[in-house]
T-cell receptor, first 110, second 117 residues
């Protein structure tokens, strides 16, 4: 089976850096995705990791360690608009479906 | 705007009724995925279609069914509705939907908010 764990809520201050962790157990790993979702809106794609290491994309970076079943999303120079839920999702080999964690709700304060 | 469209945006109905949710994927995308998101729950994968054929199934209830038509749009049918079926239903699409492919990110539509009274 598959299991994905993320913290439920996090808070941070505008301009700061925050790291959102995700641990997963899956059979046949084929990629880890991070999505951002504002309340009541559609998830939007942020990043993708399939090999170990860091992927950087502007203010957002995502890290993967396949041996540890661990990923994190790093958000730098936080802005108020970054207040949202961040969803970690895993894709298994031989299937296209994404299994999502319950998401981490991030609140950014001035 | 992801390019994925869903109708209707909101749907209010009564228990025991049947509804149909519609999704049009991005131009060129062959795969369509349906997800359910209940209050305080994550996105739950329901079902995937690829080029008209069912490709993967999640924990989809027997009361729910879906299909993908030759023009690649998809419909999710929910019948004998219960209060617990109230949720946001998202459709997503991707280009290839083939296992082992590259990024093949999924693009999500705006969702249909279903309220069962």
């Amino acid at each position: 089976g598959q299991n994905i764990d993320q913290p439920t809520e996090m808070t941070a201050t505008e301009g700061a850096i925050v790291q959102i962790n995700c641990t997963y157990q899956t059979s046949g790993f084929n990629g880890l995705f991070w999505y951002q979702q504002h309340a009541g809106e559609a998830p939007t794609f942020l990043s993708y990791n399939v090999l170990d290491g860091l992927e950087e994309k502007g203010r957002f970076s995502s890290f993967l360690s396949r041996s540890k079943g661990y990923s994190y999303l790093l958000l730098k120079e936080l802005q108020m608009k970054d207040s949202a839920s961040y969803l970690c999702a895993v894709r298994s080999y031989n299937t296209d479906k994404l299994i999502f964690g319950t998401g981490t709700r991030l609140q950014v304060f001035p | 705007d992801s390019g994925v469209t869903q109708t209707p945006k909101h749907l209010i109905t009564a228990t025991g009724q049947r509804v149909t949710l519609r999704c049009s994927p991005r131009s060129g995308d062959l795969s369509v995925y349906w997800y359910q998101q209940s209050l305080d729950q994550g996105l739950q994968f329901l079902i995937q279609y690829y080029n008209g054929e069912e490709r993967a199934k999640g924990n989809i209830l027997e009361r729910f069914s879906a299909q993908q038509f030759p023009d690649l749009h998809s419909e999710l049918n929910l019948s004998s509705l219960e209060l617990g079926d109230s949720a946001l239903y998202f459709c997503a699409s991707s280009v290839r939907g083939l296992a082992g492919g590259p990024l093949d990110e999924q693009f999500f539509g705006p969702g249909t908010r279903l309220t069962v009274l």
